[in-house]
């Protein structure tokens, strides 16, 4: 199983800038596709960016597109969401997850482990 700690939420200013990092202990962390999520208060977790395990396929939907990318780095067991152009509704706990497949899912329930979220908040 692996172990996932978030890291690099805090408060920003619409429009500005924040990366998120995620460290991941545990075996075979290269076997693994990871995602990030969010979840609002009040509203359901919510996909927001994926990376196979090999880093060599990203997906991010249409709701953060062009603002949000994703990366992982296989030598530091990391992936990290860069997050720009923040918006207000951007605001939301962000959380890493991993899952034991080769391949992208963008549901809540095609991940296996989950770190313990890191808070973002916007400001106008």
């Known amino acids: 199983q692996v172990q996932l700690v978030e890291s690099g939420g805090g408060l920003v200013q619409a429009g500005g800038s924040l990366r998120l990092s995620c460290a991941a202990s545990g075996r075979a962390f290269s076997r693994y596709a990871m995602g990030w999520f969010r979840q609002a208060p009040g509203k359901e977790r919510e996909f927001v960016a994926g990376?196979?395990?090999?880093?060599?396929?990203?997906y991010i939907p249409d709701s953060v597109k062009g603002r949000f990318t994703i990366s992982r780095d296989g030598a530091k067991n990391t992936v990290g969401l860069q997050m720009n152009s923040l918006k207000l509704e951007d605001t939301a706990v962000y959380y890493c997850a991993a899952r034991q497949s080769l391949q992208i899912g963008v549901r809540v329930e095609e991940y296996d482990a989950w770190g313990q979220g890191t808070q973002v908040t916007g400001s106008s």
């Open positions: 990376i196979t395990w090999n880093g060599g396929t990203t």
